[in-house]
């Protein structure tokens, strides 16, 4: 019987855990959920800078698409203000996008606000400030030094990590290609 006991006895002392056992486990949950967390609020960061860039390259279809249809050209420019109604004064880093039709009048073109859109939170950088869809679906730009390619990048703004640049392209051919980029900084 003192056998029955004895082993009665190391079975009941093994049913708790120590304090150290449970400071190592969460300690290791604790480690477990910061990485998680900070992967998780990254993902979430990196999926609002790919929201931004489709909404681009929707804009830009649209104006191609607008261009050919019409069969007059489309001009698509970065404006200073959410009201601003013509490309005549355009920005190199506002949140703000037009896109103008030029309609033929008489011996003239008139122009008329097709649509806006304005990209928040991310930042721009591109080679030129504004560029124009032919009406056969062609692009020209306002970049001497490369007048037959627009190319954008963006980057997340206001945030305390580095994301990956999304590049946007539209080659002359109206083509729109899209790669990652270097670190945003």
């Excluded at 056992?21 to 992967?39: D, K, Q, R």
């Excluded at 489709?54 to 249809?69: N, P, Q």
């Excluded at 627009?150 to 002359?172: D, K, M, P």
Aim: glycine content about 4%.
């Amino acid at each position: 019987m003192s056998g029955k006991r004895c082993l009665f006895q190391t079975f009941k002392s093994t049913l708790g855990i120590t304090l150290i056992e449970l400071l190592v486990v969460l300690s290791v949950v604790a480690v477990i959920s910061m990485l998680a967390g900070t992967s998780f609020r990254n993902l979430i960061e990196d999926t609002d800078l790919l929201k931004e860039q489709r909404l681009l390259v929707k804009f830009f279809k649209l104006a191609r698409g607008e261009a050919i249809s019409r069969g007059y050209p489309v001009t698509v420019c970065r404006v200073a203000s959410e009201t601003q109604e013509n490309c005549t004064s355009t920005s190199d880093n506002s949140a703000f996008w037009l896109m103008i039709a030029l309609e033929p009048n008489a011996n003239s073109f008139d122009q008329s606000v097709l649509k806006r859109i304005q990209i928040d939170d991310v930042q721009v950088t591109a080679n030129a400030t504004q560029f124009v869809f032919e009406h056969t679906g062609h692009l020209r730009t306002t970049d001497p030094s490369n007048p037959n390619t627009f190319t954008a990048t963006l980057c997340r703004l206001n945030t305390g990590t580095s994301f990956n640049q999304r590049i946007l392209e539209v080659i002359s051919s109206g083509v729109i290609t899209l790669r990652d980029g270097a670190r945003c900084l």
